[in-house]
């Protein structure tokens, strides 16, 4: 019975991706950041069970990833599309279909697609790291997760923490053509970074992690949903620089 645990808590990410892909589409971009936090923290504590229970599983491996795709990668793609129609020029969002709809009718700026590139992305990086056994205790380019927070914590942004600064910066299409391709090269770019994966609980040896766990704790409290492009920041720079000793 034991076996079935960490794939059930697998489903449960994959429940709370498909909620807010629902909710991205219909622009309620909040209830999706929720929902793809929530799916995260199954994300995270699947594998942790997986290990402790000693069960892991190939199933449980592809299962995990295709949860993955649809939480932190279909996901992240319409929210980028949706910040992509609030600022490009054109209506704002996409038309209502009914029945007497024209199937190839839309209001959105076609170029507000672009930003789907960041699921063909996120689904090519998820394809590598299921051949690539070099990833087991750390990973090789930005994690789907990390990535996925990075472009759910702007519509929290401009919903919690609006400022014309923030404002101009997230709703200006020529950052958001940059952040969807710099999203899709770190997403797999042959980059390694350090996995938030405890051998043992102590300092030595997981020196890092701790520390970057307490640069999280502090620049959360100081700039709330701010602080999650920092976070983002502050994990690849450790990595690069101090990851290698861990």
Do not use: H
């Given at each position: 019975?034991?076996?079935?645990?960490?794939?059930?808590?697998?489903?449960?990410?994959?429940?709370?991706?498909?909620?807010?892909?629902?909710?991205?589409?219909?622009?309620?971009l909040v209830a999706a950041a929720f929902f793809v936090a929530l799916g995260i923290f199954f994300d995270f504590?699947?594998?942790?069970?997986?290990?402790?229970?000693?069960?892991?599983?190939?199933?449980?491996?592809?299962?995990?990833?295709?949860?993955?795709?649809?939480?932190?990668?279909?996901?992240?793609?319409i929210v980028m599309f949706q910040l992509f129609t609030m600022a490009l020029p054109g209506d704002d969002g996409?038309?209502?279909?009914?029945?007497?709809?024209?199937?190839?009718?839309?209001?959105?700026?076609?170029?507000?697609?672009?930003?789907?590139?960041?699921?063909?992305?996120?689904?090519?990086?998820?394809?590598?790291?299921?051949?690539?056994?070099?990833?087991?205790?750390?990973?090789?380019?930005?994690?789907?997760?990390?990535?996925?927070?990075?472009?759910?914590?702007?519509?929290?942004?401009?919903?919690?923490?609006?400022?014309?600064?923030?404002?101009?910066?997230?709703?200006?299409?020529?950052?958001?053509?940059?952040?969807?391709?710099?999203?899709?090269?770190?997403?797999?770019?042959?980059?390694?970074?350090?996995?938030?994966?405890?051998?043992?609980?102590?300092?030595?040896?997981?020196?890092?992690?701790y520390i970057f766990l307490i640069l999280c704790v502090v620049l959360i409290v100081l700039f709330q949903f701010?602080?999650?492009?920092?976070?983002?920041?502050?994990?690849?720079?450790?990595?690069?620089?101090?990851?290698?000793?861990?």
């Amino acid at each position: 019975m034991k076996k079935y645990i960490p794939n059930l808590i697998t489903l449960c990410n994959l429940f709370s991706g498909s909620f807010a892909v629902i909710f991205a589409v219909q622009g309620n971009l909040v209830a999706a950041a929720f929902f793809v936090a929530l799916g995260i923290f199954f994300d995270f504590f699947d594998g942790l069970a997986a290990r402790a229970l000693d069960v892991k599983s190939d199933v449980g491996l592809q299962l995990d990833s295709l949860a993955d795709i649809v939480t932190s990668g279909v996901v992240p793609g319409i929210v980028m599309f949706q910040l992509f129609t609030m600022a490009l020029p054109g209506d704002d969002g996409v038309k209502q279909w009914t029945a007497d709809t024209n199937w190839l009718e839309f209001t959105f700026n076609p170029l507000a697609l672009f930003g789907l590139l960041i699921i063909l992305g996120s689904a090519y990086r998820l394809a590598k790291f299921n051949v690539d056994d070099r990833q087991t205790d750390s990973f090789i380019g930005l994690p789907t997760p990390a990535n996925a927070l990075l472009i759910l914590s702007l519509p929290l942004i401009l919903t919690y923490q609006p400022n014309s600064f923030a404002t101009g910066i997230i709703l200006n299409e020529w950052f958001l053509f940059a952040l969807t391709i710099i999203s899709v090269i770190i997403l797999n770019a042959e980059l390694p970074l350090f996995a938030l994966k405890f051998k043992n609980w102590g300092f030595k040896g997981n020196e890092i992690r701790y520390i970057f766990l307490i640069l999280c704790v502090v620049l959360i409290v100081l700039f709330q949903f701010l602080a999650i492009p920092m976070i983002i920041l502050s994990y690849v720079l450790l990595s690069v620089f101090f990851g290698k000793k861990n």
